[in-house]
């Protein structure tokens, strides 16, 4: 079996931990100020604005209809395929009132119509406005996600572990989901549904990083229990290690191929999910793990 980190390596990971708190630290602060100073660049499925589902006879070049109308409409602009390769849901945000509305339905009819010649004659399918009500509550039902998912984790890790493992599960998860957020508004990512479901993603790989370190931090204390608990827990890191970082380094070779090949509608996606594994595994390693020796050894001292 292929190691990257041969046996035996003996990386101090709990012995640094007040370098990576102290990073963090940093780096949290830095993606809050983000968050509150600049907040998050909404996509028409939060914001609200216009969508309408197009249908063309032959395929047509998806990236060049983007910029096409994100120029000709004068708003930002996603695309969707839906079923066929000719078949095309476009948002565009903006578009409040029935002036907008069709306005903006009719510049997107006359410059298919125009530029477009290739993929044949263009049927408007639908046109729907997309009210600020709707991204309002889509905003509330997506932070209840990420709620009800880290409550979920916490009942999940606590039955399978122990309180204090959970505790720095949520903890250090909560980390990750805010440098990520950080990345995201740093990199101007469009914030909508499929960058939430990348979010989602990044916490349950997070989590299942942390799961294996923590299995085997239980089952070193049991084995040598006479081992200090510092030593035993960088042990067991150590032995993860070659585990943790293949794993990652995989996963990220086959996301970066989406962020290259996938084009602009999966970008988003993949660029959360390039940030969150990166994040994710350096707080598995250097963040989770020393927050559980922190409260062991708080809590001896009591």
């Not at 063309?56 to 209809?65: A, N, R, S």
């Not at 948002?91 to 002036?99: F, I, Y």
Request: charge should be neutral; charged fraction near 20%; aromatic fraction near 8%.
């Amino acid at each position: 079996m292929f190691e990257l980190i041969k046996t035996g390596t003996k990386f101090d990971f709990i012995g640094k931990s007040r370098i990576y708190f102290t990073v963090s630290l940093v780096l949290c602060f830095l993606g809050l100020v983000l968050i509150f100073a600049k907040g998050f660049n909404y996509g028409v499925d939060f914001s609200g604005g216009t969508s309408v589902q197009v249908t063309f006879e032959k395929p047509v070049d998806i990236d060049k209809m983007r910029t096409t109308l994100s120029q000709d409409v004068g708003a930002s602009v996603s695309i969707q395929t839906l079923g066929s390769d000719n078949s095309f849901r476009i948002k565009v945000d903006q578009g409040s009132g029935d002036e907008n509305l069709k306005k903006i339905s009719d510049t997107i009819s006359n410059t298919l119509k125009a530029k477009f010649s290739e993929g044949g004659n263009v049927t408007i399918d639908s046109v729907e406005q997309v009210g600020p009500q709707v991204g309002k509550d889509l905003k509330r039902q997506a932070l209840l996600a990420v709620l009800y998912a880290v409550i979920g984790i916490l009942i999940y890790v606590a039955i399978r572990f122990e309180l204090m493992s959970a505790t720095s599960s949520i903890i250090a998860l909560i980390h990750d989901i805010i440098l990520t957020l950080g990345v995201v508004i740093a990199l101007n990512v469009t914030f909508d549904l499929t960058v939430l479901a990348a979010l989602l993603t990044v916490v349950g790989y997070s989590l299942n990083d942390k799961i294996v370190i923590f299995d085997r931090i239980r089952e070193r204390a049991r084995m040598d229990e006479h081992i200090p608990l510092m030593e035993s827990m960088n042990i067991s890191i150590n032995e993860t290690l070659s585990r943790t970082i293949l794993t990652s380094t995989s996963t990220l070779l086959a996301v970066i191929s989406l962020a290259i090949f996938g084009g602009e509608v999966i970008k988003g996606f993949a660029i959360v999910m390039i940030a969150g594994i990166i994040i994710g595994t350096y707080s598995s390693i250097g963040i989770a793990s020393s927050l559980v020796y922190a409260i062991k050894t708080r809590k001896g001292k009591k």
